[in-house]
Nanobody, 125 residues
Framework: QVLLVESGGGLVQVGDSLVLSCAASGRSFDNFAMAWFRQAPGEAREFVVGINWSGGVTYSTDSVKGRFAISRDIAKSTVYLQMSSLKPEDTAVYYC??????????????????WGQGTQVTVSS
């Protein structure tokens, strides 16, 4: 059974930092692009940041540039989302996703094959 399990979400204050983790199991994701998406109530699922299988290419949406970063630890089959200077508009359920797409990092959720169950991040003002 293929699983992506997110952890690390919670309630934080404006300006705080938080690190989300996504642990993969059930198969190797070494050759997969990994990404974090988020979805606020009533909104579509939004690409946040992604990293290709080699770790050499990352993309992030404009609203989080300079504040969020993605990294992956192949040995631990884990992907991390480091978030800093959090804002109320960052409040959402954050999802980890994996997709086989060569060296690319796709922004469309349709290109990702595996998804985690999501972890809630709430930024309080």
């Amino acid at each position: 059974q293929v699983l992506l399990v997110e952890s690390g979400g919670g309630l934080v204050q404006v300006g705080d930092s938080l690190v989300l983790s996504c642990a993969a199991s059930g198969r190797s994701f070494d050759n997969f692009a990994m990404a974090w998406f988020r979805q606020a109530p009533g909104e579509a699922r939004e690409f946040v940041v992604g990293i290709n299988w080699s770790g050499g290419v990352t993309y992030s949406t404009d609203s989080v540039k300079g504040r969020f970063a993605i990294s992956r630890d192949i040995a631990k089959s884990t992907v991390y989302l480091q978030m800093s200077s959090l804002k109320p508009e960052d409040t959402a359920v954050y999802y980890c996703a994996a997709g086989s797409m060569g060296l690319r990092v796709a922004k469309s959720p349709l290109e990702y094959d595996y998804w985690g169950q999501g972890t809630q991040v709430t930024v309080s003002s």
